[in-house]
């Protein structure tokens, strides 16, 4: 399937995506991509961040959203997608030559044939202009942590800071309920750790049902949703290059089941998600994000 991505203006799609089914990332209500993290760049002081950051957050945002919107029942196998996507950035040549490892990437990833296009792109994904309402300040952190809330990441936080590392905590927010579990750790990490500085950032991301030229809208959705690591590792990433150069992102995961072994039927071939999953990690460290300062670790 086609899919086209626009960003923040409307271009009508190439020749050959013509039939594609089209996402816009917006500013405004009406897009069917959205996302809070726009917000906290401003929050943390970067106005606007840096290209090469918004380039690979926009990149898993529109991974993410299709892997949502896409049922995998509309294929032969029913599970299998062929997804021929293409997706603005706003440094076309540092990106082109990375095509190759995102696709062997995304297809380990969520187990589908992925065929990844960037087209060129000037404008840019949030308002610079715009006051942030929270400020926040995680210029000391030393790294940045996935924090999901649940017990990995919650013994990921503990172990850095017994390290002795400043630590930045990033989230992934599905629901109000997770949001309160998470800031609930966070107290409990501060009153534990009071000389050293630790920090959570929680964001959002979601989408609608995109549609044709034609106005046809694309029906069914996908609960498997393997792109939602990806999305959250390049959230991560983003914070982590906006503190300064070298600055770590964990992945705190039981090394056991990062193996996927299929204990459940809920760990089962794809059914599982592979973001530990160490070949997963070295194939995404092997893409030539420019510039080679941020790397993955679990």
Request: hydrophobic share 35%.
């Amino acid at each position: 399937m086609n899919i086209w991505i626009n960003k923040v203006t409307n271009e009508v799609p190439f020749q050959d995506y013509a039939d594609s089914f089209i996402f816009s990332i917006t500013h405004e209500t009406k897009g069917t991509i959205f996302s809070s993290l726009k917000d906290t760049w401003l929050d943390i002081g970067q106005r606007p961040i840096s290209e090469i950051y918004e380039d690979l957050f926009i990149i898993s945002l529109s991974v993410f959203a299709v892997d949502k919107r896409l049922s995998r029942w509309r294929t032969k196998d029913k599970w299998t997608r062929k997804i021929r996507i293409s997706i603005p950035v706003l440094q076309l040549d540092k990106w082109e030559e990375t095509k190759p490892n995102w696709n062997s990437t995304l297809s380990f990833l969520t187990g589908d044939i992925w065929d990844i296009n960037f087209r060129q792109s000037v404008a840019r994904y949030g308002d610079s202009s715009k006051p942030s309402r929270y400020p926040v300040d995680i210029s000391k952190s030393t790294a940045v942590s996935l924090f999901s809330g649940g017990l990995d990441s919650f013994c990921g936080a503990i172990e850095l800071l017994n390290k002795g590392e400043s630590v930045c905590l990033l989230g992934h927010n599905e629901y109000p309920k997770l949001r309160e579990k998470q800031e609930s750790l966070l107290n409990l990490l501060r009153n534990n750790y009071p000389a050293q500085f630790v920090e959570f950032i929680g964001f959002t991301a979601n989408s609608r049902a995109p549609k044709n030229q034609e106005d046809t809208v694309l029906k069914g959705t996908e609960n498997t949703s393997r792109g939602r690591s990806l999305l959250f590792l390049c959230a991560a990433i983003s914070l982590a290059g906006s503190i300064g150069s070298h600055i770590p992102v964990y992945i705190p995961e039981n090394g056991f089941i990062g193996l996927n072994i299929p204990l459940t039927n809920s760990r089962k071939g794809t059914c599982s998600t592979r973001t530990t999953h160490p070949y997963f990690i070295r194939s995404f460290n092997e893409i030539d994000l420019p510039p080679k300062a941020v790397q993955i670790e679990s």
